[in-house]
């Protein structure tokens, strides 16, 4: 059987996968019932589990967001409250107490899914047979038309047994169509799933159990991060902001009346740090320097607000790029433009009306003249011109 694991979990095609992950889930949980858990104290975790008072309510739930930090990375994801309410009151109730806290995940499933919230896994001396076993029969089922998508966070459960939720909760690293309308799905990843993804690829042994368990350092509970600038008027983003870079400072002034989405766009990226960490990677002397590119950003991280990047629709003006200007670059579509953005170095007529002017320079030319004197290879600067970061001041 051991062999005929591997096999499946090898398989080609995704259907054979998504088979192999759901006769490996049944089997690793059925050979966990030969050894059942003490019934008192099932029945004493259920009755703790069935008090009301301490959870939160559904409303205040869905303004929340789970921050599971891991060995491999942190992994963030919201309760999907009006399908699975209880099951998302009881998950932030366990993680405020620390209930998840030093524990693991012990069972992956490559690009397929990963498992964990047993509290054995606190004991590295308890063995290997018992992984998956602890903190199941607490919550009635609340099984509803989510799908399994990737990311999605649903209960673990004992295949077969009605009402037999817990604590346990496994991810999904890829879509799982197999596991709809049998688990009660009660999340979403919204940032991380590149980390569950690397938690899926760790060696696992022929049961699909972790060679090394990948450490839950804790699970927090946290305000949902929520898109800055969404609902500004056009007053409130009369800001200014500063760009500190490698070579100075320069302070631009937004210019709502003209752009006021592109305004938007920009001030919500800098709010959020989006910006901070990439680089100009492009100077073009009398003409423009260019940034705000995401694959310029240190590491080739990606970032939380990666979410709230969208293209926007031109906002064209009769204002004349001259030097100073600061302007939304774009494809050849224009309403390719996303976050990245030019500062116009010497009169350029024909960008006008072409591209959005959303902002000005008004102080730092001194930085732009750094910048424009910085040894290049054609357009590409040879010395990293870091934004180090980009803020709105007082």
């Known amino acids: 059987m051991r062999s005929t694991m591997k096999m499946l979990s090898a398989a080609l095609s995704h259907r054979v996968m998504a088979r192999a992950i759901t006769l490996a889930?049944?089997?690793?949980?059925?050979?966990?019932?030969?050894?059942?858990?003490?019934?008192?104290?099932?029945?004493?975790?259920?009755?703790?589990?069935?008090?009301s008072e301490a959870l939160v309510t559904p409303a205040e739930a869905a303004t929340l967001e789970a921050v599971i930090t891991t060995e491999m990375g942190v992994i963030r994801f919201e309760f999907l409250v009006d399908k699975a309410p209880r099951h998302a009151q009881q998950f932030i109730k366990w993680a405020r107490e620390g209930f998840y806290d030093g524990s693991a995940f012990f069972r992956f499933f490559a690009r397929g899914l990963i498992q964990g919230?047993?509290?054995?896994?606190?004991?590295?001396?308890?063995?290997r047979n018992l992984w998956g076993t602890g903190a199941l029969n607490l919550l009635p089922d609340e099984i509803s038309d989510v799908k399994h998508v990737r990311g999605t966070v649903s209960a673990?459960?004992?295949?077969?047994?009605?009402?037999?939720?817990?604590?346990?909760?496994?991810i999904c690293a890829g879509p799982q169509p197999q596991l709809d309308g049998q688990f009660s799905a009660f999340g979403q990843v919204t940032e991380g799933i590149e980390v569950?993804?690397?938690?899926?690829?760790?060696?696992?042994?022929?049961?699909?159990?972790?060679?090394t368990p990948v450490k839950i350092v804790s699970v927090k509970i946290e305000p949902k991060r929520t898109e800055p600038f969404k609902d500004a008027t056009v007053d409130q983003m009369r800001r200014d902001v500063l760009l500190h870079t490698s070579l100075g400072d320069i302070t631009l002034e937004m210019q709502p009346d003209l752009a006021p989405e592109h305004v938007r766009n920009f001030l919500k990226l800098v709010q959020s740090g989006w910006y901070d960490h990439t680089a100009f990677h492009r100077v073009v002397p009398g003409f423009v320097i260019q940034g705000g590119v995401p694959q310029t950003r240190a590491g080739?991280?990606?970032?939380?607000?990666?979410?709230?990047?969208?293209?926007?629709?031109?906002e064209f003006s009769a204002v004349k790029h001259i030097r100073g200007t600061l302007s939304m670059a774009r494809a050849d579509d224009p309403n390719s433009a996303t976050t990245s953005f030019f500062i116009v170095l010497g009169d350029a007529p024909h960008l006008d009306n072409k591209y959005t002017v959303f902002g000005k320079v008004v102080d730092g030319f001194d930085t732009l003249e750094r910048i424009e004197a910085t040894p290049r290879q054609g357009e590409s600067p040879t010395t990293r011109i870091e934004l180090i970061e980009a803020s709105i001041k007082p």
């Open 117 to 127: 919230g047993d509290p054995v896994l606190k004991d590295p001396s308890k063995p």
């Open 300 to 314: 080739g991280a990606g970032h939380y607000a990666d979410k709230w990047v969208h293209t926007l629709k031109p």
């Open 156 to 170: 673990a459960r004992i295949p077969g047994k009605p009402n037999s939720d817990g604590a346990q909760f496994f």
């Open 196 to 211: 569950v993804e690397k938690i899926s690829l760790s060696p696992v042994d022929a049961d699909q159990r972790a060679v």
């Open 25 to 51: 889930l049944i089997l690793a949980a059925l050979a966990h019932l030969t050894a059942p858990p003490d019934q008192a104290q099932e029945k004493k975790r259920s009755a703790q589990a069935a008090k």
